[in-house]
């Protein structure tokens, strides 16, 4: 099946510090990618949908110049938290999606811990 | 009214028994149904994808669609401790950019 990889999976940094998350489809050229952050027993909640060669289209109460996303490459979407803070802490989730009916797939999502 | 209404549970079963999770939603444009198997810290993986009403099956799990009550359904038989873990509906009415998730459903099985 389709596999989606991110990195890293873990980050614990200090406050203040910017962090960088990848997100590869490696099995198929992603047109889509999407972002997410999930905080613990809640569900998924999208923070920006990333289009290869275009800017990304956020999500309402989300920070665009907090959370930078960069779609260089078919297989590549980038989310940098910039000048993160204790309350930035959170799991975050990238997926990509192929032709616009097919289901998304999932990277195994980063823990990002602000000290 | 949310668009996806999931119990999130949570919901605790012994080893062998069947398992019924079930999500309903509020917008008929929805053609699309998916169910994810999310264990802990880890992101979700897709089980079952299936395409308006009807059954599907694969191995021990089967999805169900029912268009005209806004109902889909996800049945594990013969449960397995490794079933443990959060199952998400997901429906979409055909752009994956607006697909819509339900809470989610914490399941346990219980040796």
């Known amino acids: 099946g389709a596999v989606v990889s991110q990195h890293p999976s873990w980050v614990i940094c200090k406050s203040g510090t910017s962090v960088k998350i990848e997100c590869r489809s490696l099995?198929?050229?992603?047109?889509?990618m999407f972002w997410y952050r999930q905080f613990p027993k809640q569900s998924l909640m999208l923070m920006a949908t990333?289009?290869?060669?275009?800017?990304?289209?956020?999500e309402q109460g989300v920070e665009k110049d907090k959370f930078l996303i960069n779609h260089a490459s078919l297989t590549l979407s980038t989310l940098t938290v910039t000048s993160a803070h204790p309350e930035d802490s959170s799991f975050y989730i990238c997926?990509?999606?192929?032709?616009?009916?097919?289901?998304?797939?999932f990277g195994d999502g980063t823990r990002l811990s602000i000290l | 009214q949310k668009e996806v209404e999931q119990d999130p549970g949570p919901l605790s079963v012994p080893e062998g028994a069947i398992v019924s999770l079930n999500c309903t939603y509020s917008?008929?444009?929805?053609?699309?149904f998916m169910w994810y198997r999310q264990y802990s810290r880890k992101g979700p993986e897709l089980l079952m994808y299936t395409y308006s009403s009807g059954n599907k099956e694969d191995g021990r799990f089967t999805a169900q669609v029912d268009k005209s009550s806004k109902y889909i359904s996800l049945f594990i038989r013969d449960s397995q401790p490794s079933d443990s873990a959060t199952y998400l509906c997901?429906?979409?009415?055909?752009?994956?950019?607006?697909?819509?998730f339900g809470a989610g459903t914490r399941l346990t099985v219980k040796p």
């Open positions: 997926s990509s999606a192929g032709p616009s009916n097919q289901p998304q797939h």
């Open positions: 997901a429906m979409s009415a055909g752009n994956n950019n607006d697909m819509r």
């Open positions: 917008n008929s444009a929805f053609q699309y």
């Open positions: 099995d198929f050229q992603a047109t889509t």
């Open positions: 990333s289009n290869e060669g275009s800017k990304a289209t956020y």
